[in-house]
């Protein structure tokens, strides 16, 4: 059930509905908000209802900031934009969200109520341009309906499949002579609102399924993380010995230092994969439980990867992804109250053939892993240089506390920790743009999990083509004094890009390759540590000097153009670096 928060002040003297809006957010739970000046009247409204303001530097850059602090704190990330072209760049950020399911509350300023539609500066049709990535979108135009429009806002954003929503604020309705508040109460602002369970006896056949299967294999989705679900997996995988694979956005929904952790599977299972040697225990699975698992073309190595004679069971709060691409047991509900109640069936079974065939599966995965690490061994320790991205990878693991949040942008960075950084517990965070996987979103989704998460180690890896969209962001490092370390991997080129076409066309576009940037440069002008490291072997000492100071650093890491994730399209195209 929602809480209740005490009700906002009814006898402000000369309240505007700008104030009103502040304290209908803190109500529920808002202590924060992204954004820039506009909505001016809210911003200097907010700080009277206890509200901070962390302002961005570039206006496509505060919706992922939003979207990187509802992640980890389980909390609506709020971020405010004006009118026009402010509202057209937060499309891109909210559609990630969207499609990954992040709760994002975007508040938005419209023109004057008296110049809609005449041409006004900077007018745009504002519904009809977030109706395709919000759950809600609506425009506030009477004060009398204000809490009524945010509580909605707020339980479009938590509830069910969780996902953004948008407040159009029409600016002279901000500047309006409050009424008097409605008296709601409820606080709606955390993540998920409500946990549903599937009916008992589904959840009783799903136990039955997996006790009795000769092959039992859980796949975990970034779902188990959104319900705060990974102890609930943890103890599931434990009691009724299952192995468990994850998604990219699953990664850290158990501890791939567990005896029955995979690690991730998708498209990227090539040669050089820790999980290149156990796509027979994903093909050969009979029963398969999917967990909060979209199903998606890069999770399933293009629908290839998955068995189709298996049986499947599906837990997820949409009913729309249960059965999207295979056909599935459902138990539509949220993941934690799921994952539990699905635990105290499984107790309920007979569980000695699942208990007898364990060893033999440990010591499958065992072998897999160690194979894994003797093939890699030689990238992953190189000397010299241009630095292999596997060796930045390692030696960012080896450092990596167990409640550290690694943070990486879209393309190789996403495949270079989701390979060779471990989930040291279940639950660690490894937070990547999976939804649209969009250039950039490294730098500030990383600054969102900082400001959610202070005490935390925060470390974001990024190439010099997805750090080329951010380099303002860090301005914001220093400004703010966010004591994230940005490791940039310069291989001079659009690596994927590049060897995709390649790998397609045997030739690739002139758009690929940069000129050469000095990025430890533009960090050091922006007021932050840069250094730039050009041998392998320099690599551990400036990450230790980086995480001693405990402020804003950059460290700029030249590496090899022609290191590349084991992406399964591109094996026989490319030699092997082992």
């Known amino acids: 059930m929602p809480a209740s928060a005490p009700a906002p002040s009814r006898d402000t003297p000369n309240a505007t509905v700008a104030l009103r809006l502040a304290e209908a957010l803190a109500r529920h739970g808002v202590t924060l908000t992204f954004g820039q000046s506009l909505p001016s009247a809210f911003h200097l409204a907010a700080p009277h209802a206890g509200i901070e303001q962390k302002v961005y530097r570039q206006e496509n850059m505060g919706g992922t900031m939003a979207d990187g602090y509802a992640r980890v704190s389980h909390k609506v990330g709020v971020v405010t934009a004006q009118n026009g072209p402010a509202a057209a760049l937060l499309v891109p950020p909210l559609a990630e969200a969207m499609k990954a399911s992040v709760p994002v ?8 109520r008296d110049s809609a539609d005449r041409n006004a500066f900077q007018e745009l049709d504002h519904l009809a341009l977030f109706a395709p990535v919000a759950k809600l979108v609506r425009r506030i135009d009477r004060a009398d309906r204000l809490e009524d429009y945010v509580d909605m806002a707020f339980t479009a954003a938590t509830s069910g499949r969780p996902g953004p929503a948008v407040l159009l604020l029409p600016a002279d309705l901000l500047l309006e002579q409050a009424v008097p508040v409605a008296g709601r109460r409820a606080s709606l602002g955390r993540y998920p609102l409500d946990r549903t369970l599937p009916e008992a006896v589904r959840i009783e056949a ?27 997996l943890a103890a599931l995988q434990e009691a009724a010995h299952l192995p468990v694979a994850t998604t990219f956005m699953g990664k850290g929904a158990v501890a791939e230092t567990h005896p029955l952790s995979l690690g991730v599977v998708g498209n990227t299972m090539g040669l050089g994969a820790r999980t290149h040697a156990m796509r027979p225990l994903v093909e050969e699975a009979d029963v398969v439980l999917l967990v909060g698992n979209r199903t998606n073309q890069n999770g399933t190595d293009s629908w290839s990867l998955y068995p189709r004679a298996a049986r499947f069971i599906h837990i997820d709060p949409d009913p729309i992804e249960i059965g999207r691409n295979y056909e599935a047991m459902r138990l539509a509900g949220d993941a934690k109250a799921t994952l539990a109640a699905l635990r105290e069936a499984m107790l309920r079974q007979d569980l000695a053939a699942r208990a007898a065939a364990r060893p033999a599966v440990e010591a499958r995965i065992a072998e897999a892993v160690r194979g894994w690490e003797r093939l890699t061994a030689g990238v992953r320790g190189r000397d010299g240089g241009p630095v292999r991205p596997e060796r930045v990878a390692a ?10 949040i690694m943070v990486a942008d879209a393309s190789y960075s996403s495949n270079w920790i989701n390979i060779h950084m471990t989930a040291k517990r279940a ?8 939804g649209l996987a969009g250039l950039g979103w490294g730098v500030p989704l990383a600054i969102g999990a900082q400001v959610a998460a202070p005490e935390q180690r925060v470390v974001c890896l990024c190439g010099d083509g997805g750090f080329g969209h951010s380099w303002a962001e860090l301005e914001t490092l220093f400004r703010l004094q966010l004591p994230v370390t940005v490791v940039v991997l310069n291989n001079g080129i659009l690596g994927f890009q590049k060897h995709a076409e390649d790998a397609k066309f045997g030739e690739h576009t002139i758009a690929c390759d940069f000129a050469s940037v000095d990025h430890a440069a533009i960090a050091r002008a922006c007021g932050i540590s840069g250094v730039r490291v050009e041998r392998g072997e320099d690599l551990g000492a400036a990450l230790d000097a980086a995480f001693a100071a405990g402020k804003p650093a950059l460290i700029e890491v030249i590496t090899d153009p022609e290191a590349k994730p084991p992406i399964t399209v591109f094996h026989g195209h490319f030699p092997e670096p082992f």
């Not at 509350?105 to 004057?112: D, I, K, M, P, R």
């Not at 975990?220 to 990974?230: N, P, T, Y």
């Not at 030696?395 to 550290?404: F, K, L, S, T, V």
């Open 206 to 232: 799903a136990a039955a399924a997996l006790a009795g299967a000769r092959q039992p294999l859980m796949i975990a989705g970034g779902g188990v993380h959104l319900s705060d679900a990974a102890e609930e």
């Open 395 to 404: 030696e960012i693991d080896r450092r990596m506390p167990e409640d550290g």
């Open 105 to 112: 509350l975007a508040l938005v300023q419209e023109v004057s």
């Open 427 to 434: 639950g660690q965070r490894f937070l990547t743009p999976r």
